[in-house]
């Protein structure tokens, strides 16, 4: 779910990034014998307004206050997501702590056997067996 979430999201930000389609472009499709949006477009409509930089800026920065005071209009959501947000900051940290500390743990071990080098990280001293095992 996260790769599609992800690929969306990187294919969004190529999509706004890539530069507009213009007339060349529209050109090169109508004498390739391809259909456009403009050749699909009602005869009598007006053109799509070009947006510029700066409008494109403003339009931002609205909408990123708009989002900034969503917990103005939503104090219940906001008041819940701190706490589960909290409760996730505090379960990270106990058991990456854990984690942690087990490495270290392994890695003295390692070094106490004399099997490890006293230069290489805990966490490669732990993983490196396993993962050299089928290379």
Request: with cysteine; proline share 6%.
């Amino acid at each position: 779910m996260s790769f599609i979430l992800r690929a969306a999201f990187w294919l969004t930000v190529l999509a706004f990034l890539l530069p507009s389609a213009g007339d060349e472009t529209s050109a090169r499709t109508a004498d390739a014998g391809g259909f456009t949006a403009a050749s699909l477009d009602a005869p009598g409509e007006p053109a799509e307004p070009q947006m510029g930089a700066g409008e494109a800026l403003t339009m931002a920065a609205r909408s990123a206050q708009d989002v900034m005071g969503f917990c103005g209009r939503n104090p219940d959501i906001c008041e819940r997501s701190h706490a589960i947000f909290g409760h996730v900051m505090r379960q990270t940290t106990h058991y990456g702590g854990m984690a942690l500390v087990w490495l270290t743990e392994k890695a003295r071990e390692q070094q106490h056997d004399g099997s490890a080098s006293p230069v290489a990280t805990p966490g490669r001293q732990a993983l490196a067996p396993s993962l050299l095992a089928g290379a």
